[in-house]
């Protein structure tokens, strides 16, 4: 099975700060990753896909980067909605595996 | 629009069965792969199953294989995860999704406990 890491695990931010999250997958995945936003109770909602290209109604601060092994999430001026945990997901083989999280919270 | 609605979570006893259900509007079902994906506390999310278009062809995660069985009946748009031999790690709240996991539901808890 493909594993992925995701670092930070846990960041604190303030409103108007980038913030990047960092996705590293144990084999080559070309650009078949995909990032989901998640609030508690809440099912994923997916933000990127294809590394990224981003998913038509997601605000263009969202932004997605990397192929191969290494992947970025970036979000440019933060935004009180989202406040939230980021997984990654690949889906170049089965089982498609998700990243652990990282939950950007309010500095 | 599109919905996803899940059904058939509980409480249930290790080595019982349960059925969950999910049924789809807003989209042409027969169409579209279905996916089942589960979230724990402690493991997080994790991708259980999947079933072609037609239903002919499925896919499983090692950890339910040989124990649920996913199927979809596209005359009631509607998506089913069968899951025997329960184990209390299978408590988890269900999801079903979309075949590029653009659209989830709202989820079902399975909670497997004596």
Do not use: H
């Not at chain 1, 979000?75 to 999280?101: H, K, M, R, V, W």
């Not at chain 2, 019982?16 to 509007?25: D, F, H, I, K």
């Amino acid at each position: 099975d493909i594993q992925l890491t995701q670092s930070p695990s846990f960041l604190s931010a303030s409103i108007g700060d980038t913030v990047t999250i960092a996705c590293r997958a144990s084999q080559d995945i070309s650009t078949i990753l995909a990032w989901y936003q998640q609030k508690p109770g809440k099912a994923p909602k997916l933000l990127i896909y294809a590394a990224s290209t981003l998913r038509d109604g997601v605000p263009s601060r969202f932004s997605g980067g990397g192929s191969g092994t290494e992947f970025t999430l970036t979000i440019n001026s933060l935004q009180p909605e989202d406040f939230a945990t980021y997984y990654c997901q690949q889906l170049d083989s089965f089982p498609f595996t998700f990243g652990p999280g990282a939950t950007v919270d309010v500095k | 629009e599109v919905q996803l609605l899940e059904s058939g979570g509980g409480l249930i006893q290790p080595g019982r069965s349960l059925r969950l259900s999910c049924a789809a509007s807003g989209f042409t079902f027969n169409n579209y792969v279905m996916n089942w994906v589960r979230q724990t506390p402690g493991k997080g999310l994790e991708w259980v199953s999947a079933i072609s278009e037609n239903g002919d062809t499925t896919y499983y995660n090692d950890s339910v294989k040989g124990r649920f069985t996913i199927s979809r009946d596209n005359s009631k748009n509607t998506v089913y995860l069968q899951m025997s031999s329960l184990r209390a790690e299978d408590t988890a709240t269900y999801f079903c999704a979309t075949r590029g996991f653009d659209y989830w539901g709202q989820g079902a808890l399975v909670i497997v406990s004596s």
